[in-house]
Every structure is written in structure tokens, then in C-alpha cells.
């Protein structure tokens, strides 16, 4: 079976301090890759997604990069945090190519950025 | 422009009642909605997924409608309990290997 995992559970960085989240799936080959940010009070915000290794698109322009070195791990980066960069981080994967496209989510990582 | 929206944001409930949940989308052009379950500071569970060539999904006490031509979705739980208080999203995908769009969610209060 597969399993998602995301470190850390919970976050807390100084302003213009840098980031590092991590993402692993095990269990499958070639998944796509997600990177959405829940902000307090708003829906959840694609960030970044990757069909391949070194293959990433993001959707909106912002503090935050990804990167995508090995198959199945996905990190999500900032080299200074902004105060707006607090959330709560999901990564998700789903399978390459295979309708009906389902996504599964990882636990979350908290973010806090004082 | 693809967007989602729940209507009601929030949803309070005696234990016991039925409830339904309603999610609408712009574009009828989807591949499939999924039907998601958030607790205070987790992640996402699947509840339920809908192919856009099927009407609905059942799961336990859930059922997951979907109109295309109406552009509207539909989740209804039965004989609600404490334990069913969270949040719900629905989501929809429109082509293949891309992310899902989502609601803002309705999150429920299940009173016993």
C-alpha cells in the first residue's frame, strides 16, 4: 500500500530565517507530486505540482520554491521566510496517468512564522 | 476561470439529523470530484470519489451526488453523530495529472 509522509508535524521560524519541508511517498512509482498551503480562514492554495523528477510548475508567484530529487520526494523551500508564509503545508500525490486522478494527502506540516 | 464553491461555510446539527452538504463548480468539464473530511489541524481524508461518468457514491452513512449538467455536487450524511463534526471540501480535477481545485469548505457541528 502506499503512504505519504511530511516532516516536521509543526514549524516555528523567525522572519527571513529559511525553510525546508520535506515530502515522501512510498509505495508507487512516478506520482504527481502537490504542494498546497492552507491559510487561517481561506481555502486551500495550490503552490507547486510535478509530474516527473525536476519537473515543477507553479501556480502562483510567491517566496516559496520546490524541488523534486529523487522520485518520490518532493521539498518544499523559502530562503527567507515572511510572515505571510504561515499556514498549514499539505503535500499530496496521486497516481501518474491513471484516470480517475484521485489525490491523497499527508498529515500537514504547521507552519509559524513570528 | 474553474472555481468550487460550499455553501453553507458553517452547518450546526442536533445528533440524529440528516444533513446534506452542497458543493457547485463553473466548468462541467471534470474528470471527478472528491468529497474530503479535514479535523482541526490534520491533514485530508478521502470520503468519497465520484467519476464524472457516474451520479453518486456511497459509503457507510455517506452519499456523494453529482450533476454535471447543473454543475453541482451533493453530499449527504445520515443519522448524524458527534464524532462526524469536521470540516468538508470537495474538490474537482479537469485533465489528467493536475491538482485538484478546491472549495472553501463547510465545516460541521454535530450537537449530541
Known amino acids: 500500500s502506499q503512504t505519504i509522509h511530511q516532516w516536521p508535524a509543526t514549524l516555528v521560524q523567525p522572519v527571513g530565517s529559511p525553510l525546508s519541508l520535506e515530502c515522501t511517498v512510498e509505495?508507487?512509482?512516478?506520482?504527481?507530486l502537490y504542494w498546497y498551503r492552507q491559510a487561517a480562514g481561506r481555502g486551500l492554495q495550490l503552490l507547486f505540482y510535478?509530474?516527473?523528477?525536476?519537473?515543477i510548475s507553479s501556480e502562483v508567484p510567491q517566496n516559496l520554491s520546490a524541488s523534486r530529487p529523487q522520485d518520490r520526494q518532493f521539498i518544499l523551500s523559502s530562503k527567507k521566510l515572511l510572515l505571510s508564509d504561515s499556514g498549514f503545508y499539505l503535500c499530496a500525490w496521486s497516481p501518474p496517468n491513471k484516470y480517475p486522478y484521485e489525490q491523497y494527502f499527508g498529515p500537514g506540516t504547521r507552519l509559524t512564522v513570528t | 476561470k474553474q472555481e468550487v464553491t460550499q455553501i453553507p461555510a458553517a452547518l450546526s446539527v442536533p445528533e440524529g439529523e440528516n444533513l446534506v452538504l452542497n458543493c457547485s463548480f463553473t466548468?462541467?468539464?471534470?474528470?471527478?470530484l472528491q468529497w474530503f473530511r479535514q479535523d482541526p489541524g490534520k491533514g485530508l481524508t478521502s470520503l468519497l470519489l465520484i467519476q464524472s461518468s457516474q451520479r453518486e457514491q456511497t459509503s457507510g452513512r455517506l452519499n456523494a451526488s453529482l450533476d454535471k449538467s447543473s454543475g453541482r455536487s451533493t453530499l449527504y450524511i445520515a443519522a448524524s453523530q458527534p464524532g462526524d463534526s469536521a470540516t468538508y471540501l470537495c474538490?474537482?480535477?479537469?485533465?489528467?495529472?493536475?491538482?485538484?481545485?478546491f472549495g472553501k469548505g463547510t465545516r460541521l457541528s454535530v450537537i449530541a
Open positions: 510535478s509530474v516527473g523528477i525536476g519537473q
Open positions: 474538490a474537482s480535477v479537469y485533465s489528467g495529472n493536475t491538482p485538484l481545485v
Open positions: 509505495g508507487t512509482s512516478n506520482p504527481n
Open positions: 466548468d462541467s468539464a471534470i474528470y471527478n
